[in-house]
Structures are given as structure tokens and as C-alpha cells.
């Protein structure tokens, strides 16, 4: 069952990795993009960590692209240059495209930006480090849990003797 799962995960990921090659408008990479941040949040509910950590490449994979697609935008079309000083509010000097008007926010256009500046093995790092921290974070929060379980254990086995479940304080 469990090989099957993960022989399933790794279709789907090669699905979406492929789907991210071969997007060419910012519409379908920022579908895959929304869908991955969805995916991962649902991993992360249901506690499956390798597919929170598959989803989260595919995120940073799409937020990548992103800035690939903005680049040959700037090469061809060109970027928008807003309002250049204009004291009148919402003027624009262009027609060119925004990253409003493309559905993107400045805080998803400077991420494909910074992801989009690394070279490929600065990139591999950054994902692997992303990877892990699903995998760390699992770890720690199985530590809490522990901890949490050692320091109620007397309380149960205060109720269990048929006492109070709880300390009572001095005096």
C-alpha cells in the first residue's frame, strides 16, 4: 500500500514538474504555483512529509519559472513602467503588463526574483533546505509531544491512584 502511495506521489510530481516546463503564460504557472501551496497545507494537516516536501519544490519550482517568464517578457513585450513620477494616482505611462494585472503580488514577484537570480546549484541547496525543514520541524514537533506526555505522566497516574489530577499548591 505504502509503495503504491509514494509510486503515485512521484507520478504526480513528475506530472507537475513536466506541467512547469512546459507553461508559457503566467496564468498556468501560477495555477500550478496555487496548487502547490494547497497541497502543502493539506500534506501538513494530514501529517504526510514527504508530500508537504514535494509540494513545497513544486511551489518554489513554479515561483522559479515565474521570474523565467517575467524575463522574456522584459526581453520581448517589456515590463510595465508604472506611473514614473506621476503625481497623479493609478497613471501609468504604458500599456505594458503589470504584475497586477498578471495576478501576482509583490511579495510573490520578489520571491521569483531572488529564486530566479540563484544559479542552478545555489537553487538545489535552497530546495533541499526547504525539503529538510519539513523533515525537522516533523521531528521537533514529535519532541514537544513527548515532552508534553513526560511531564503530564504524573498527573495520570495521580488520577489513576484516585487523587486529584492536579497539584495542589502548598499550604
Do not use: W
Request: with cysteine; proline share 3%.
Amino acid at each position: 500500500r505504502n509503495m503504491v502511495t509514494s509510486g503515485h506521489a512521484l507520478a504526480r510530481y513528475e506530472t507537475a514538474c513536466q506541467a512547469l516546463a512546459e507553461a508559457r503564460t503566467v496564468d498556468e504557472v501560477k495555477d500550478i504555483h496555487d496548487k502547490a501551496v494547497a497541497m502543502a497545507a493539506y500534506a501538513r494537516q494530514a501529517k504526510n512529509r514527504e508530500l508537504e516536501a514535494d509540494a513545497i519544490e513544486i511551489r518554489m519550482r513554479a515561483t522559479r519559472r515565474l521570474n523565467q517568464l517575467r524575463q522574456a517578457q522584459k526581453e520581448t513585450v517589456g515590463l510595465s513602467a508604472g506611473a514614473r513620477g506621476s503625481r497623479v494616482k493609478g497613471a501609468r505611462v504604458d500599456d505594458k503588463p503589470t504584475l497586477a494585472s498578471q495576478g501576482l503580488d509583490k511579495n510573490l514577484a520578489h520571491q521569483a526574483r531572488a529564486l530566479g537570480a540563484m544559479d542552478e546549484a545555489a537553487f538545489a541547496r535552497k530546495v533541499a533546505e526547504a525539503r529538510d525543514g519539513v523533515f525537522r520541524r516533523a521531528v521537533r514537533e514529535a519532541e514537544i509531544l513527548q515532552s508534553f506526555e513526560v511531564a503530564y505522566e504524573p498527573i495520570r497516574e495521580r488520577k489513576a491512584a484516585g487523587g486529584p489530577g492536579f497539584k495542589r499548591p502548598p499550604g
